[in-house]
């Protein structure tokens, strides 16, 4: 399984798999999804939330690619 290395919040280095990466990335976006009132706008975060999710996505594999040459 591949694993990146990261900061947490307390500056200490944690392992995390793609999943866990992309999660971390998205997570707020839930804290936004809850907040809206209409299905059209949970809509809108929920693409918002995908989008993010293949950034991220991309970006593990682009440090997997540096921490592991």
Known sequence: MKTITCQNWQGGDVQKTKNEFCELWASELNNLKNLTYTTKWQERVSAMRAEVRNQASREFD????????
Do not use: G
Not at 62 to 69: H, L, M, T
């Open 62 to 69: 682009r440090v997997w690619a540096v921490q592991n040459p």
